[in-house]
């Protein structure tokens, strides 16, 4: 006997991750979810960011990891609140995952959540957090190849920072393939070329951001 | 590794339809997905395996209808499919492409089932 069932297995997922968009949208809670491989450079960025932002919104971190507090540690030192997920092997994070780390914060004295995934460029992609959007960081040591051979994350992240630009003259980074492929993956990804070591590029990226977060709390 | 969680959300999907329609044993599970979507079919059927056991989905074969990736190129305007995408258009040579399917996500189509 045949059953037709026509669902998306992540189904269960996808509905929690809508939950905890209710949840944002209740405190007007501005979610971004950053994924990139590891060592391309989220956590940097995330400093970068909160240092750049923290006068204008009060901000909170969630670090995904497979085991470790190395990067929440780092988080703490800015005195912002942060809370370690510990995958325990996982790959990626999860609806379920940002669900049960939210009780640590008042949510009521966040306008601003970086959700820092964990180092992957499969997994990450598939799993709906409840995030406003996916950005991506792709560093130049990692070759130019990333595009085509990890498509998915290309064509589901709104923004793409290409990081590590400062190394550009030792690596052999073809920049234009990276973004010509990354467009033709996605026509309407926003992409920054920046260095999270010496600051450039990181105003505009900044700026985007700033008018989407004002754009969604209005 | 995210087989493992998707097999066992397969699992959870077909033990509500198995409550919903009382059937005792899963024979196959037909699933899609698209070829960019970044799954591995033999990573999820040995995921499906070790979690089926004890259940109505134990010994059950999962089949695969993979959805072809497609790319539409600006240059010659036409759609075609590829196996790999390198952003160049295997028709004309044209840098100007977009992918237009491919990236589908996984989905049970349907259950044959006793």
Redesign the interface.
């Known amino acids: 006997?045949?059953?037709?069932?026509?669902?998306?297995?992540?189904?269960?997922?996808d509905r929690i991750a809508a939950e905890n968009r209710e949840l944002f949208d209740r405190h007007k809670i501005y979610v971004i979810n950053l994924m990139s491989s590891p060592g391309a450079g989220k956590t940097s960025l995330v400093e970068r960011t909160i240092v750049a932002l923290r006068d204008n919104y009060r901000i909170a971190v969630i670090e995904g990891d497979i085991q470790d507090t190395y990067d929440a540690d780092r988080i703490a030192k800015l005195d912002i609140p942060v809370v370690q997920i510990n995958t325990g092997?996982?790959?990626?994070i999860?609806g379920n995952m940002i669900r049960e780390a939210l009780p640590a914060f008042d949510l009521s004295k966040i306008d601003f959540l970086i959700v820092e995934n964990v180092g992957n460029l499969?997994?990450p992609?598939?799993?709906k957090i409840g995030e406003n959007v996916k950005i991506m960081l792709l560093s130049t040591p990692e070759g130019a190849d990333k595009?085509?051979k990890?498509?998915?994350m290309f064509?589901e992240s709104s923004a793409l920072l290409i990081n590590k630009i400062d190394l550009m003259p030792y690596v052999d980074f073809d920049l234009e393939?990276a973004k010509?492929?990354s467009l033709?993956?996605h026509?309407d990804l926003k992409i920054f070329e920046v260095s999270c070591k010496t600051a450039a590029g990181l105003d505009e990226w900044i700026a985007w951001l700033t008018r989407r977060i004002d754009a969604f709390k209005k | 590794m995210h087989e493992l969680y998707l097999a066992e959300s397969i699992l959870n999907i077909i033990q509500d339809y198995a409550k919903r329609d009382g059937f005792k044993k899963v024979n196959s599970v037909m699933l899609s997905y698209g070829r960019f979507s970044c799954m591995e079919p033999k990573a999820l059927q040995f995921a499906f395996e070790v979690q089926a056991a004890g259940t109505a989905a134990e010994g059950a074969v999962l089949e695969f209808k993979i959805m072809p990736a497609v790319i539409h190129c600006f240059s010659c305007e036409k759609d075609l499919e590829i196996k790999t995408h390198t952003g160049i258009c295997p028709g004309c040579g044209g840098g100007e492409v977009m992918l237009t399917a491919g990236t589908e996500e996984l989905q049970i189509l349907e259950m044959d089932v006793d």
């Open positions: 006997m045949k059953v037709t069932v026509v669902k998306n297995v992540l189904d269960a997922n092997g996982g790959c990626h999860d499969v997994c992609a598939e799993f595009p085509s990890y498509p998915l064509q393939k010509r492929d033709a993956l026509k």
